[in-house]
């Protein structure tokens, strides 16, 4: 099966799919070469975005990684106990 060859939006380099980075936003789907092409899209991106929502989008977003990073320090803080 011939792989389909895609066009980054970013910087226009051509990749083949299953390599580079999707990202389905806005019910678009979105291919870039690179982490780095997809990054420069985004922060763009979040310009366009209205102020209010993207504070309450932050804020909500800044909550589950520090809630993610608790759990993970429980976690490992209990495998710690489980050594002694
Ligand atoms: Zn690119």
């Known amino acids: 099966?011939?792989?389909?060859?895609?066009?980054?939006?970013?910087c226009n380099r051509t990749f083949f799919e299953?390599?580079?980075v999707k990202l389905v936003l806005g019910g678009k789907e979105l291919y870039f070469h690179?982490?780095?092409?997809a990054l420069k899209f985004v922060k763009s991106m979040v310009l366009?975005?209205?102020?209010?929502?993207?504070?309450?989008?932050v804020t909500s977003t800044l909550k589950e990684f520090e809630q993610?990073?608790?759990?993970?320090e429980e976690r490992s803080k209990k495998r710690i106990e489980?050594?002694?």
């Open 48 to 57: 366009y975005l209205d102020q209010k929502d993207l504070e309450k989008a």
């Open 34 to 37: 690179s982490k780095s092409c």
């Open 18 to 20: 299953g390599q580079g």
């Open 82 to 84: 489980a050594i002694h």
């Open 1 to 10: 099966m011939p792989t389909k060859r895609i066009k980054c939006i970013v």
């Open 68 to 72: 993610r990073l608790q759990e993970l």
